[in-house]
């Protein structure tokens, strides 16, 4: 039987959360502190870890590997300057410090 699939919520319908709100995550094992950006244990001790929220990803098809949150911003706003039409491409954004670019290499179809 073929089960019939729900498309995921829309970001936008996603209510923002409140300042300081945990967000339990791994079926409630793990908390994530929205403002700090980190993850931690809910029941037991273990060292907190640094959580990413991240639109742009780079990498081989079976890793991939999230950009930084402030190089995240510059390629959605380059993309968005693309689909506007007010630059043209190709369109090269520096990323990793500089150390590579990404390219686009032509605008987004409607």
């Given at each position: 039987?073929?089960?019939?699939r ?38 037991w ?54 150390r ?11």
């Open positions: 039987l073929a089960r019939s729900r498309p995921p919520k829309p970001v936008a319908d996603v209510p923002s959360p409140q300042k300081g709100t945990l967000v339990p995550v791994y079926c409630g094992r793990y908390d994530v502190d929205l403002d700090r950006r980190m993850l931690r244990a809910a029941y001790e273990e060292p907190e870890r640094r959580v990413l929220r991240s639109l742009w990803f780079h990498g081989h098809a079976d890793e991939r590997i999230p950009y930084e949150e402030d190089e995240c911003e510059q390629l959605e706003e380059a993309y968005a300057r693309l689909r506007a039409g007010e630059v043209r491409a190709p369109l090269l954004m520096p990323v990793n410090r500089g590579h670019d990404v390219r686009f290499a032509a605008a987004p179809q409607e």
